[in-house]
């Protein structure tokens, strides 16, 4: 059985240093709610680093950044993982992450991380940069 994490306030890196270590550790693990974590700093700040990941490269080679919430949930992960090797790959394949909670995981028990919460002065959600960067949810 997978473990279901509701990533609501929870910061994004220190979220991600868990759930890459519990991957790394052979378990799977599905995210939920993953627009609703947060990533600390000036608004101004985050918008414009990740509008420069965004733009470097180009459109046929890459780096391709995501512009949905989910999809950066899960890319954070992957950096903290050795993704290139098989280990690696086989535990970034274990992770599932969603926009809010799916029909089949609706009523099932959910962990959230209680030392990733905290409540800065200074936050974006990841829903907000999702609309800034241009994703349609």
């Not at 693990?29 to 101004?44: D, F, H, L, R, W």
Request: net charge positive.
């Amino acid at each position: 059985m997978a473990a279901i994490i509701d990533a609501e306030g929870i910061i994004l890196g220190r979220l991600s240093t868990y759930i890459a270590k519990r991957l790394l550790q052979g378990e799977e693990i599905i995210v939920i709610n993953s627009e609703k974590a947060i990533i600390t700093g000036k608004k101004e700040t985050i918008k414009k680093r990740y509008k420069q990941k965004r733009e470097v490269g180009t459109y046929r080679k890459g780096p391709f950044f995501p512009r949905m919430p989910d999809r950066i949930v899960k890319r954070t992960v992957r950096g903290m993982i050795p993704y290139q090797t098989p280990h690696g790959r086989a535990a970034l394949k274990r992770l599932k992450c969603y926009i809010g909670v799916p029909k089949e995981l609706e009523g099932k028990k959910t962990e959230s991380i209680e030392e990733a919460k905290k409540q800065p002065a200074n936050y974006i959600t990841i829903e907000e940069l999702s609309k800034y960067l241009g994703a349609e949810f």
